[in-house]
């Protein structure tokens, strides 16, 4: 008898370890939404789309409620892939530099396809705008706007060789509704316009063809 207790004790914890996240109950969530202090270190609150995890009281952008999951601590948080926040510091230590910055850049890779400014950015990564570009720039060396524009560009390289989309159509995929914009940002960043480009990746596919 004693081993089935223990075999149902081990169980559990096992499935605690894989999943420490909670439900979120109504009083967790107006303390959140409330970035009530009295909460702290009673739970912390990560966000799945931008991987940070927070204290209650944090002065954050409130994120969506289907975002978001509850750790009752921070190294559970930790564990489950999660990175402190700059702001509130949940773990009381500095996020490093360079995390932050990689943190940044995968929210760009996912999301570029969205209106995504300085601003906004900034508050979603839990940083003041200024400060954003100029660690993001030290340790990049381009700006977070000059990285999301790099990324559309060469987004919009793929969809100009792989598919027969529309130019305007193309700008709209890669989050820039302005398509005479696009096209004057496109040229400044590879010397052709799209459809030049297009064009000059059709011939130099039929050259290799021919070669074959
Ligand atoms: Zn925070």
Same mark, same amino acid.
């Given at each position: 008898m004693p081993d089935?207790?223990?075999?149902?004790?081990?169980?559990?914890?096992?499935?605690?370890?894989?999943?420490?996240?909670?439900?979120?109950?109504?009083?967790?969530?107006?303390?959140?939404?409330?970035?009530?202090?009295?909460? *702290?270190?009673?739970?912390?609150?990560?966000?799945?789309?931008?991987?940070?995890?927070?204290?209650?009281?944090?002065?954050?952008?409130?994120?969506?409620k289907e975002n978001v999951r509850i750790f009752s601590n921070a190294e559970q948080a930790l564990r489950a892939n999660f990175r402190p926040c700059k702001r509130c510091k949940p773990t009381n230590e500095n996020l490093p530099d360079t995390e932050w910055v990689d943190?940044?850049?995968?929210?760009?890779?996912? *999301?570029?396809?969205e209106r995504l400014t300085l601003e906004s950015l900034a508050n979603i990564?839990?940083?003041?705008?200024?400060?954003?570009?100029?660690?993001?720039k030290k340790i990049k060396g381009i700006t977070p706007v000059e990285?999301?524009?790099?990324?559309?560009? *060469?987004?919009?390289? *793929?969809?100009?060789?792989q598919t027969k989309k529309a130019i305007g159509d193309i700008a709209i995929c890669v989050g820039m509704a302005n398509a005479p914009y696009f096209i004057t940002l496109f040229k400044k960043k590879t010397g052709q316009t799209p459809t030049q480009f297009r064009q000059m990746s059709k011939m130099e596919e039929k050259d290799s063809e021919n070669k074959e």
């Open positions: 089935r207790i223990n075999n149902g004790h081990r169980e559990i914890h096992n499935h605690r370890i894989l999943n420490d996240a909670e439900m979120i109950t109504d009083v967790k969530w107006q303390a959140i939404i409330n970035n009530d202090t009295a909460y *702290n270190n009673q739970f912390f609150y990560a966000v799945k789309s931008t991987g940070i995890f927070c204290k209650p009281s944090c002065k954050s952008r409130v994120p969506k943190l940044i850049t995968e929210y760009i890779d996912k *999301n570029f396809t990564c839990h940083g003041s705008p200024y400060h954003m570009h100029r660690t993001f990285y999301i524009q790099e990324v559309r560009v *060469n987004a919009a390289k *793929n969809y100009l060789i």
